[in-house]
């Protein structure tokens, strides 16, 4: 199966580098390959130019947001939320209809530096702005809510046993993501939250998450639903 990958900083990159391991045929998309590979730098957290990780992948292809969601039979939204809806408009209408789309954006804004507030929320959410945007995609939103590399290792903290959500109106879509969230990650706990709209409940956990990190000084941690 051929996986869509929009977005090539560090949830990009811990998602299509467990998914090529898994042996899927992952493309990860950026705005311009050119420019992503001659980055020399690491980024602002720390992590190495992105062509330093591809030689750790080399299986996963690299293309434009268009060829990445072209290609892509399911396709994960990893960009920054502030880019996200002009991301996928670089991938195009076309790419994006009656396809999975898994959103693990954040509408997250750091204008006024840390921590950051939220540019959408309350009422909206950047998860319905998106399914808005693109009626026929089957947007699921999720993993929004820990550190990258919990996303597709949730065994790093307390074995495993640590919550995750799921938002979206297309049920199947929904029951597939929960498939991959266990079958492919390793979730155990996973709590279906209902219809795109509760896509807020889950944006708006990041200003708590935020504040958890400064206290806790590492992104490690996670929420767990006792119930
Ligand atoms: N980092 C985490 O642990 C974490 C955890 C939970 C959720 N998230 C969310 O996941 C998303 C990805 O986070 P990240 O840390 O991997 O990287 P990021 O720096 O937030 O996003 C990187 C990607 O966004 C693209 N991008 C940036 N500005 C853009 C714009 N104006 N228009 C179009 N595309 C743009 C970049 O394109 P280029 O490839 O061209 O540079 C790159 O592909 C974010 O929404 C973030 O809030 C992150």
């Keep these: 199966m051929q996986i869509g990958i929009l977005g090539s900083g560090m949830v990009g990159r811990a998602i299509a ?33 992105f062509g330093s990780w591809l030689q750790n992948h080399p299986a996963v292809r690299v293309g434009d947001f268009r060829e ?23 991938a195009g209408e076309a790419h994006l209809n009656n396809k999975l789309l898994i959103d693990i ?27 808005r945007a693109y009626p ?13 590399y919990l996303m597709v290792e949730p065994t790093l903290l307390a074995a495993g046993d640590h919550t995750m959500f799921v938002s979206g109106d297309d049920v199947e879509a929904k029951a597939q993501v929960v498939n991959i969230l ?3 990650f390793g979730w155990q706990d996973i709590i279906d939250l209902g219809d795109i709209t509760t896509a807020r409940g889950s944006e708006m956990l990041l200003p708590i998450w935020a504040r958890l990190w400064a206290a806790l000084g590492t992104p490690m941690f996670s929420l767990k639903v006792v119930r």
């Design 68 to 90: 990445a969601a072209a290609q892509g039979e399911i396709l994960f939204n990893c960009t920054n939320g502030r880019g996200a809806l002009d991301a996928l408009a670089q």
């Design 182 to 184: 266990r079958e492919w």
């Design 17 to 49: 580098g467990k998914l090529s391991e898994l042996g899927y045929d992952v493309v990860i998309g950026s705005r311009d390959v050119a420019a992503l590979m001659a980055r020399t730098e690491s980024d602002g957290m720390g992590n190495p130019p």
């Design 105 to 131: 954006s954040n509408p997250l804004d750091f204008s006024q530096g840390m921590p950051p507030s939220l540019f959408v929320s309350n009422n909206d959410s950047l998860g319905e702005q998106i399914q």
């Design 136 to 148: 026929k995609a089957k947007v699921v939103k999720t993993l929004n809510t820990v550190n990258a």
